[in-house]
């Protein structure tokens, strides 16, 4: 199976700052890289992926950066929003099957 | 278009009381996933679906949990004797290849 590490666990940055979030990942057969926003009550949304042959993908705030070799791939948001205060969730796929990270607790101060 | 929808969105159940959760996907999805999301936690694989052939259903965490897709469209959850562990929301999630959009979640509180 897949071991999926998520850090940092929270994150508290000043609104317009920049926040990073990385995860690592054992499973070299995992090819595609999505990232989740979930806000409090909220079903997880889809903000960014990435397959496997991209290195680097971005939407507007938002990218996504994979470095296949060493199995991590991470999150960057610019200039942050109180908006974007919520629960984020990397889950490489592999077989048929999305493994979770436990998860970064995003807090941005107004 | 519509989303993936989920019903009931709140349960509550008596401990030992038998459960079924429906999953309604986005039309013409042939993935369906099924997830369990403790508080404070991500959420956990149980069962996946390929149209009606459930393909793998390695997280399921006891034999009273069952998962059908029948048409391979609504797929129902199942508990069966629920038990205070099994107190949870129920995520369930289509997709086409690898795109995977989530329902509302059922909240189940077993008392």
């Known amino acids: 199976g897949e071991n999926v590490e998520q850090h940092p666990s929270t994150l508290s940055v000043q609104e317009g700052d920049s926040a990073v979030i990385k995860c690592t990942y054992s499973d070299s057969a995992s090819n595609y890289f999505p990232w989740y926003k979930q806000e409090l009550g909220k079903r997880p949304q889809l903000i960014i992926d990435?397959?496997?042959?991209?290195g680097e993908k971005k939407d507007q705030r938002i990218a996504v950066t994979l470095n296949k070799t060493a199995k991590h791939f991470s999150l960057h948001i610019t200039e942050t929003q109180p908006e974007d205060s919520a629960v984020y969730f990397c889950a490489p796929y592999n077989f048929n099957k999305f493994y979770f990270g436990s998860g970064t607790k995003l807090n941005v101060k107004p | 278009g519509a989303g993936v929808s989920q019903s009931p969105r709140y349960k509550v159940a008596k401990r030992g009381q038998d459960v079924a959760l429906r999953c309604d996907p986005i039309?013409?999805?042939?993935?369906l996933f099924w997830y369990q999301q403790a508080l404070g936690q991500g959420p956990e694989f149980l069962t996946y679906?390929?149209?009606?052939?459930?393909?793998?259903k390695s997280g399921l965490p006891s034999d009273r949990f069952f998962a059908e897709r029948p048409e391979g469209s609504v797929s129902t959850l199942k508990i069966q004797r629920t038990q205070q562990e099994d107190s949870a929301v129920y995520l369930c999630?289509?997709?086409?290849?690898?795109?995977?959009?989530f329902g509302p979640g059922t909240r189940l509180t077993v008392t």
């Open positions: 039309s013409g999805h042939v993935s």
């Open positions: 990435i397959r496997s042959n991209v």
């Open positions: 999630a289509s997709s086409n290849v690898d795109e995977q959009y």
């Open positions: 679906f390929q149209n009606e052939a459930q393909l793998d």
